[in-house]
């Protein structure tokens, strides 16, 4: 009998996975990670979902406990989520919590404790290949598929994982959820970043703890087209938000410049590049140049390009990746690897 520890969020992926645990004849413990103690209301870090994960945890008959790694939450992403706004960056929180912290601080003190696994909810499976590696691979559920914020792992951490619900549609969950008679079987998904709420937004959150800049826009010939509130929000590729001047057609943020305070617009087309350069990539086993699907956002459309040391060539112009973002590695279904675009 393995002993496993379910990682817990309160919502029904994460509630079927430890009935799936439990089913499979193991001893299962449940674990709520307190990780955010300011407001909170459309992630995975509110009291409400604490008491969640405990009504489910009641329900399944195993034991369950709340784990406060707020220090290290605040250290590890909020900071510098906040950080990387400052320096012109677009951050990724979700991705680094679940380097940092999931599959960091909670695998590490998982095994201290005596677990054989851990289980999460995340929609993934993994699969072993012939050479008895390991590789995250995509959902059954394309639509729910999160194979990209799980590119960080190795094959240490793999082998110490489970994810049941990898193989079921989201429909099938919140069935199997229901039939166990789980109060969060129609519970919504959460959204967005758990520690920015809806009602205030970024920009609020941000004010609070960096000086926002007003702004200049220019176009590509260097001519002043408008305004933006703060530079510190801007993000490659957005088109919203900017106090433009008329123009002729669509403008798209190309670039920005945090010292100068400017932003400079251009078409969809002026957006388009061949080369994407990275920084610290990691590898599922071991590092591969070659050509690979690459993905540059949590559910955005994979792109073939080749990978050769700290740059990837698109087969095709690709949209320009914003500063901060993950791009992962693909060979068909199963992850590679990934990095940071710079």
Same mark, same amino acid.
């Given at each position: 009998?393995?002993?496993?520890?379910?990682?817990?969020?309160?919502?029904?992926?994460?509630?079927?996975?430890?009935?799936?645990?439990?089913?499979?004849?193991?001893?299962?413990?449940? $674990?709520?990670?307190?990780?955010?103690?300011?407001?909170?209301?459309?992630?995975?870090?509110?009291?409400?979902?604490?008491?969640?994960?405990?009504?489910?945890?009641?329900?399944?008959?195993?034991?369950?406990?709340?784990?406060?790694?707020?220090?290290?939450?605040?250290?590890?992403?909020?900071?510098?989520?906040?950080?990387?706004?400052?320096?012109?960056?677009?951050?990724?929180?979700?991705?680094?919590? +679940?380097?940092?912290?999931?599959?960091?601080?909670?695998?590490?003190?998982?095994?201290?404790?005596?677990?054989?696994?851990? $289980?999460?909810?995340?929609?993934?499976?993994?699969?072993?290949?012939?050479?008895?590696?390991?590789?995250?691979?995509?959902?059954?559920?394309?639509?729910?598929?999160?194979?990209?914020?799980?590119?960080?792992?190795?094959?240490?951490?793999?082998?110490?994982?489970?994810?049941?619900?990898?193989?079921?549609?989201?429909?099938?969950?919140?069935?199997?959820? +229901?039939? &166990?008679? &789980?109060?969060?079987?129609?519970?919504?998904?959460?959204?967005?970043?758990?520690?920015?709420?809806?009602?205030?937004?970024?920009?609020?959150?941000?004010?609070?703890?960096?000086?926002?800049?007003?702004?200049?826009?220019?176009?590509?010939?260097?001519?002043?087209?408008?305004?933006?509130?703060?530079?510190?929000?801007?993000?490659?590729?957005?088109?919203?938000?900017?106090? &433009?001047?008329?123009?002729?057609?669509?403008?798209?943020?190309?670039?920005?410049?945090?010292?100068?305070?400017?932003?400079?617009?251009?078409?969809?087309?002026?957006?388009?590049?061949?080369?994407?350069?990275?920084?610290?990539?990691?590898?599922?086993?071991?590092?591969?140049?070659?050509?690979?699907?690459?993905?540059?956002?949590?559910?955005?459309?994979?792109?073939?390009?080749?990978?050769?040391?700290?740059? &990837?060539?698109?087969?095709?112009?690709?949209?320009?990746?914003?500063?901060?973002?993950?791009?992962?590695?693909?060979?068909?279904?199963?992850?590679?690897?990934?990095?940071?675009?710079?």
């Amino acid at each position: 009998m393995a002993r496993v520890m379910v990682a817990m969020s309160g919502g029904v992926d994460s509630s079927v996975a430890a009935a799936l645990a439990c089913e499979s004849n193991n001893e299962v413990v449940g $674990v709520t990670l307190r990780l955010w103690g300011g407001e909170s209301d459309s992630g995975c870090c509110s009291v409400s979902d604490v008491d969640d994960a405990r009504r489910a945890a009641n329900a399944l008959g195993i034991e369950h406990h709340v784990f406060n790694l707020g220090d290290d939450f605040d250290k590890h992403v909020v900071g510098p989520y906040v950080e990387a706004h400052s320096a012109g960056l677009t951050p990724n929180p979700c991705i680094e919590c +679940n380097r940092h912290i999931k599959f960091d601080r909670l695998l590490n003190r998982a095994k201290s404790l005596g677990f054989d696994k851990i $289980v999460t909810g995340h929609h993934a499976r993994i699969t072993t290949r012939e050479d008895g590696t390991s590789r995250i691979a995509r959902a059954k559920d394309a639509a729910k598929d999160q194979s990209y914020v799980l590119y960080m792992l190795n094959q240490d951490q793999i082998s110490s994982l489970h994810l049941p619900v990898g193989e079921m549609t989201k429909d099938q969950v919140r069935e199997k959820a +229901n039939s &166990l008679g &789980l109060r969060v079987a129609t519970k919504p998904d959460s959204q967005d970043v758990c520690f920015i709420t809806r009602e205030k937004g970024r920009a609020d959150f941000l004010a609070k703890r960096i000086p926002l800049t007003p702004g200049r826009v220019i176009d590509e010939n260097g001519s002043e087209v408008g305004q933006v509130e703060a530079i510190e929000l801007v993000t490659v590729g957005q088109r919203k938000g900017m106090l &433009l001047a008329g123009g002729k057609g669509p403008r798209y943020a190309t670039s920005v410049d945090i010292e100068t305070a400017t932003v400079t617009v251009g078409t969809s087309e002026q957006l388009l590049v061949k080369v994407t350069e990275f920084r610290d990539s990691v590898w599922s086993a071991k590092q591969i140049n070659g050509e690979f699907l690459v993905q540059t956002s949590a559910h955005g459309k994979p792109e073939t390009a080749s990978v050769q040391g700290g740059s &990837l060539t698109w087969k095709e112009p690709h949209q320009k990746v914003a500063s901060g973002q993950s791009v992962v590695f693909y060979e068909e279904d199963q992850v590679v690897g990934g990095a940071i675009a710079i």
